[in-house]
């Protein structure tokens, strides 16, 4: 029997309509078994894994509780990262079948370089290099026991993003791009076949980005409206 996939999900209270939507069409695409832990930032304090206040510069919740994901899988297996804000066309089970254990993270590695200082609801936009790359890793825990509570909670943030807990970028693998589509930042073509997509910028729903992405938007509302349909 196929062991159910370790998905921890990066959840911040103003974007629970979001995770709710995004856990809905991963559990809908998916051909196997999904064990699914959304990252809830007081629940990771209360259990002593997280301890830092917040950093001007941290635009979400689990800006920096994403990489306890190691720990919570005690340092063993393969498990999947993802912010809250994406929506899976595709069936996950792809995705985790790209792991490689010559690697101890896998990303896509986006070359993104916001013009912008802000974003969704006047939130800090900060440009560094690897910027998004964080955002969807599929983590081989066991290459990853630098991530403690202790330097997690003490680290910066560029030292986290821009993984320097890690011996070098020869560690870091490629994930095909499709696997995390920046909505609104990259060619809306490339959208297409992609089988992930990420509101980074801010999604539709937020009252003033209702339309961002445009056909994506409404894509995401259909998403939504399936997932909370009433059945006669």
């Known amino acids: 029997m196929t062991h159910p996939i370790p998905i921890f999900i990066g959840v911040d209270p103003r974007e629970r309509a979001a995770t709710n939507v995004l856990i809905d069409s991963l559990t809908q695409n998916s051909s196997v078994p ?43 297996g393969w498990a999947i990262f993802m912010d809250c804000d994406m929506l899976a066309r595709g069936d996950i089970a792809e995705l985790w079948a790209l792991r490689d254990d010559q690697h101890a993270v896998m990303c896509v590695q986006h070359m993104h370089e916001p013009n912008d200082t802000v974003k969704f609801l006047g939130e800090p936009q900060t440009p560094y290099p690897k910027k998004n790359w964080s955002s969807l890793m599929l983590l081989n825990c066991s290459r990853c026991r ?57 999604g539709p729903w937020f009252r003033e980005q209702r339309t961002m992405g445009e056909g994506l938007a409404a894509e995401w509302f259909a998403a939504r409206d399936d997932a909370f349909r009433l059945w006669d």
Request: proline share 8%; no cysteine; glycine share 8%.
């Open 146 to 202: 630098a991530l403690t509570p202790e330097y997690i909670n003490r680290a910066t943030g560029l030292e986290l993003h821009r993984f320097h807990w890690l011996a070098g970028d020869h560690e870091i693998g490629e994930i095909p791009g499709g696997w995390n589509h920046l909505v609104a930042v990259q060619d809306p073509a490339k959208a297409e076949e992609s089988p992930l997509l990420h509101w980074t910028l801010g």
């Open 34 to 76: 999904l064990a699914i832990t959304p990252m809830v930032t007081p629940q990771l304090e209360k259990q002593g894994l997280y301890w830092r206040d917040r950093d001007p510069k941290q635009a979400t919740a689990f800006s920096f509780s994403r990489f306890l994901v190691p720990k919570l899988m005690g340092y063993q």
